[in-house]
């Protein structure tokens, strides 16, 4: 039988570990190497997977997780450890249970599959982009290098974000040809763009705040951690988590912050009383110093309508509770997502309707199989988009 499977990422390379070898498979990549976007993973370090329950790996998808069932059973987060582990590659567990190699080096993983596939009858076709897929009784290829026919057909090339690394979604018109249905890719895990201007604010990094965020009034999320100003938004990993959330969502979104989560209304404004009283003859600008970082006072006293050199003796009621409500609730309007290009995911592809999930086998063309980021399945950070590319990747692997 001959095999044909689309992209040598973390899909196509699992595919291509796990597929039977006494079949005739070329792995096409039109890139140089493979594996290049695992390289850029993890800031260069990987993070392989995640090693908490499946039922936690499945609630950490944010698109179609119903449909990660079978394969994050069938190939678990267990099962990618061992298989690298077997393989020489020693993996290390850290904050938050991700997965990485004990090297801190994604190359290893790469290495790692270069190993396992130099030992399997498997033909990687590098600098070669497919061009044009044609189905009657079998696949026909046509690449940037020749023709071929082929039974049967895995397509693993990923998603459109960082298409630098080759998802550049230059087969998805192929894929629509064949009748699939690709729903429109919109940026996930991406810095947030505000409507307000908060440029004085970029590099603010600000630890252990909490991010709220309103939809026409109603709350869709309420999380703690950390964030970052960006020139034209916000970023950092709350904000990601949130950003692949808001990718569906339109109309009235309020992104609050939460300065001081660890104090409610009443415990902040008993502070605020004691500071005031403490510091009763110098500015507000110095009397609050010790609240929040520095770079935050002048913003926060502005959106609190309150003069920087009033002194705090004549600070009012009101202003004192415009100060605690902008500490609590610092406000601003969601524009968008920053552009698919700079996303770490890709937030949608090829209809999840269409496809088995217990092989991967496409339900409207035989012999064809989807895995990876080009599926419209989506997670948070924290190894679990590896582990859908990996598990998917296995499933179609075994069933070709
Ligand atoms: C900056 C960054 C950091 C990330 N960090 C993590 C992390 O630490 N942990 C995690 O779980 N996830 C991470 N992700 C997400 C993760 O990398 C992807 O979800 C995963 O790589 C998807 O694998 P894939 O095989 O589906 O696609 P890809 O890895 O994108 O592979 C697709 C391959 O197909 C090839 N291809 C495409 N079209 C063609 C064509 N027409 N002809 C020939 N070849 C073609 C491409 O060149 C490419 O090599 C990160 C993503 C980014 C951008």
Request: charged letters at 25%; proline letters at 2%.
């Amino acid at each position: 039988m001959d095999v044909a499977i689309i992209g040598a990422g973390a899909s196509g390379l699992m595919a291509a570990s796990f597929a039977d070898d006494s079949n005739n498979i070329i792995l096409f990549d039109h890139n140089e190497k493979i594996g290049k976007k695992i390289y850029i993973t993890g800031k260069g370090r990987c993070n392989i997977t995640n090693n908490c329950e499946v039922e936690e790996l499945i609630e950490n998808m944010n698109t179609n997780k119903y449909f990660c069932y079978s394969p994050f059973y069938d190939f678990t987060n267990k099962q990618v450890i061992k298989f690298f582990n077997e393989n020489g590659l020693k993996t290390k567990v850290e904050r938050g249970n991700r997965v990485f190699p004990v090297s801190d080096k994604s190359s290893d993983v790469i290495k790692t599959f270069s190993k396992v596939l130099s030992k399997r009858n498997v033909d990687i076709h590098l600098n070669e982009e497919v061009k044009k897929i044609f189905k009657s009784d079998k696949f026909y290829l046509t690449t940037t290098k020749g023709e071929y026919s082929f039974d049967k057909l895995i397509i693993a090339c990923g998603g459109k974000s960082y298409p630098n690394t080759g998802s550049d979604g230059s087969i998805y018109s192929q894929i629509e040809k064949l009748g699939h249905t690709i729903n429109k890719m919109k940026p996930g895990l991406s810095a947030v763009i505000l409507k307000e201007d908060v440029s004085e604010l970029e590099g603010i990094s600000l630890k252990n705040v909490g991010l709220k965020c309103y939809v026409h009034g109603k709350k869709i999320f309420d999380q703690l951690g950390e964030m970052i100003f960006t020139r034209k938004g916000i970023s950092g990993p709350l904000v990601l988590t949130l950003s692949s959330i808001l990718s569906n969502k339109t109309g009235d979104i309020k992104i609050t912050i939460d300065l001081k989560p660890g104090l409610d209304d009443d415990k902040l404004d008993a502070k605020l009383l004691r500071e005031f009283k403490e510091n009763a003859n110098k500015s507000i600008e110095n009397a609050i110093n010790g609240l929040t970082i520095k770079r935050l006072i002048l913003p926060i006293l502005r959106y609190s309508n309150i003069p920087s050199q009033k002194k705090v003796n004549e600070i009012t009621k009101t202003e004192r509770e415009n100060l605690r409500r902008t500490l609590k609730s610092l406000e601003y309007t969601y524009s968008c997502n920053e552009k698919l290009e700079y996303a770490i995911i890709s937030v949608g592809g090829v209809d999840v309707k269409e496809i088995d999930p217990s092989t991967m086998e496409s339900k409207l063309v035989k012999n064809l199989y989807f895995c990876g980021e080009v599926i419209d399945v989506d997670g948070f950070t924290g190894g679990f988009n590896l582990q859908f590319a990996f598990s998917t990747g296995y499933l179609a692997g075994i069933n070709i």
